[in-house]
């Protein structure tokens, strides 16, 4: 290629991003290079944008989430050519550890992430390539399958889960992974789905997703809200996507006795809480944690997005260019937009 050089989104420090002109990245035998089409902003992204992230070193281009097009591909590539539409999932396991023969890639000891979406072009590693990367079908936009990372640790959380028909879910914190939770609740027949947030906004793209119910807990108290909207017994399940103690706290008193719970949202490495052991014991409350996902939930989200069973773009706010990624973040940050496609092409 004639241009040695692009446009970036460098994460210096925490709270402080710089968009720099930075090297195309050199691909090897194995990989692609890709051309960002779009690139969606993530809860990580704006965790690692205030406080930073263990695995995103400072001097690296942000961003994970994306669709493009293939420009260049490395000799052994079979799967790809320029000029393919894709969509790359953001990591892979190794497949040949103890935790992977295990079915349980998602904790791979040696698995492979990938940055730099916040770019206009993108490596896309070998071991991604082959495990985690598909074509993006004609008859679907870029838009349809750009959630393909964040859908596939939901896809990872609801397995275990396991909503039956007719079940009641209590869904706690409603941003795109909340979003996307209430959609699999649905598809997997949840009849009472209740959406909190403190968002109006985030609340409002519940409602037309097709929750039951919407509860601001700034206005209401939420627990007494579902406790009332589930005859006093309290929701069959609970997902927690806030990634707070008070969340975590929440999703354990709003289900009823032996309801699920799944505590989706990370904490911080020094949060602590305490446990209600004795209503948890005597309750038969089952409490699932989740992290990342496997080849296994990458496929099925990627069916679940293609087939429109998951509606990605109405959790897509609004468009802007690369230089204003951080405001992107900040508009999350503050409950005024879902998720925002950054489009490197896209002028300020």
């Known amino acids: 290629m004639s241009q040695q050089t692009m446009r970036g989104m460098v994460y210096i420090e925490p709270q402080k991003l710089e968009l720099r002109e930075v090297p195309i990245p050199q691909i090897g035998p194995d990989d692609i290079l890709v051309k960002v089409h779009l690139a969606t902003t993530c809860g990580t992204d704006l965790k ?19 669709v493009g097009e293939v420009v260049e591909a490395g000799k052994n590539v079979t799967k790809f050519k320029p000029g393919m539409r894709v969509v790359p999932h953001n990591s892979a396991p190794c497949g040949t550890c103890y935790l992977c023969k295990h079915g349980q890639g998602n904790m791979c000891e040696s698995i492979l992430f990938n940055f730099g979406a916040f770019a206009e072009y993108i490596r896309i590693p070998g071991r991604i390539v082959d495990i985690n990367t598909f074509e993006i079908p004609e008859a679907n936009s870029y838009e349809e399958v750009a959630l393909l990372e964040p859908l596939s640790t939901v896809v990872h959380g609801q397995r275990l889960l396991k909503i039956q028909q007719g079940e009641s879910a209590a869904l706690i914190g409603i941003g795109p992974i909340g979003l996307m939770h209430l959609q699999m609740a649905l598809n997997s027949g949840a009849s009472n789905i209740i959406a909190v947030d403190i968002s109006d906004t985030r609340l409002e793209v519940a409602k037309k997703l097709g929750a039951t119910h919407i509860i601001n807990a700034n206005k209401v108290d939420p627990l007494e809200a579902i406790k009332d909207l589930t005859h006093g017994r309290g929701s069959d399940v609970s997902v927690e996507s806030t990634g707070s103690v008070a969340g975590w706290k929440s999703s354990l008193k709003a289900v009823r006795k032996g309801g699920r719970v799944l505590w989706f949202g990370g904490l911080k490495p020094e949060d602590r809480m305490d446990l209600e052991v004795h209503h948890i014991h005597y309750s038969e409350t089952t409490i699932y944690n989740t992290h990342h996902s496997s080849p296994l939930d990458v496929l099925i989200a990627f069916e679940l997005l293609t087939s429109g069973r998951v509606d990605a773009k109405s959790l897509i706010s609004m468009e802007m260019p690369l230089e204003k990624v951080e405001e992107a973040l900040l508009k999350m940050a503050a409950g005024e937009v879902v998720k925002v496609a950054i489009k490197p092409n896209l002028s300020a």
């Open 48 to 66: 690692t944008y205030k406080r930073g992230h263990h695995e995103i070193p400072k001097g690296s281009v942000l961003g994970h989430e994306l």
